[in-house]
């Protein structure tokens, strides 16, 4: 079991920053690639960036590419979120996911991870 949880409420203005952080325990978090997606009201998960078990190789939706960083520091258990430029089309459920995944379907399918957290509300106003 990995146990999962984002950090990084935020409510921030059309054209901010905000930074999410995901905290991970358990099981080996270097084993895993990790991702984050996002879920507005009435719309489905969609993912949002992910970055692999090395930290070397990130990816990353065509919404945000340029705008968003993912990071991770394997020693500390962390993965963390940089967000700029936000727009209120930005505005959702943030979720951090941990999974064995190897192919680009897997890395952008919520269903492909295994561990999830428990979301954090990301609020962009206009």
């Known amino acids: 079991q990995v146990q999962l949880g984002e950090s990084g409420v935020g409510l921030v203005q059309a054209g901010g920053s905000l930074r999410l952080s995901c905290a991970a325990s358990?099981?080996?978090?270097?084993?895993?690639?990790m991702a984050w997606f996002r879920q507005a009201p009435g719309k489905e998960r969609d993912f949002v960036a992910a970055?692999?078990?090395?930290?070397?190789?990130?990816y990353y939706a065509d919404s945000v590419k340029g705008r968003f960083t993912i990071s991770r520091d394997n020693a500390k258990n962390t993965m963390d979120l940089q967000m700029n430029s936000l727009s209120p089309e930005d505005t959702a459920v943030y979720y951090c996911?941990?999974?064995?995944?190897?192919?680009?379907?897997?890395?952008?399918?919520?269903?492909?991870?295994?561990?999830w957290g428990q979301g954090t509300q990301v609020t962009v106003s206009s």
């Open positions: 996911a941990a999974g064995r995944v190897y192919t680009q379907v897997q890395r952008t399918t919520a269903n492909t991870y295994d561990y």
């Open positions: 358990g099981r080996t978090f270097s084993n895993y690639a």
């Open positions: 970055i692999a078990w090395t930290a070397r190789d990130t």
